[in-house]
């Protein structure tokens, strides 16, 4: 991540953050959803996001990182990072993976 000029508070960030939040909450559609995320995101960061997506339903189905590598080719990593967030992060992963049904997504 890029350091910030030491102009930007944290209520400057946290209310730039809560203002991204709405607007990915005000796009109903994938498609919208997509192209609001092509515009916003880098190449590189958009296939970050997707790899990591990508893997929760395998983990919380729980399947080894070692498979997951084989069949995803994401990074064992990137993997872990996923799971610690799925054990220790804020929630996320499994509130959206639960929405879509996928199994196991709730502990």
Request: proline letters at 4%; one cysteine or more.
């Amino acid at each position: 991540m890029k350091k910030r000029a030491l102009a930007v508070t944290k209520s400057k960030e946290s209310a730039a953050q809560r203002q991204l939040c709405e607007a990915l909450c005000a796009i109903g559609e994938p498609a919208d959803m997509r192209h609001f995320l092509l515009d916003l995101c880098t190449p590189a960061e958009l296939e970050a996001m997707a790899d990591r997506w990508r893997v929760v339903p395998l983990l919380l189905a729980g399947v080894p990182y070692r498979e997951i590598h084989e069949r995803t080719a994401v990074s064992v990593t990137t993997i872990g990072r996923v799971a610690r967030c799925l054990e220790r992060g804020a929630g996320g992963y499994r509130l959206a993976a639960a929405r879509l049904g996928h199994h196991h997504a709730t502990h």
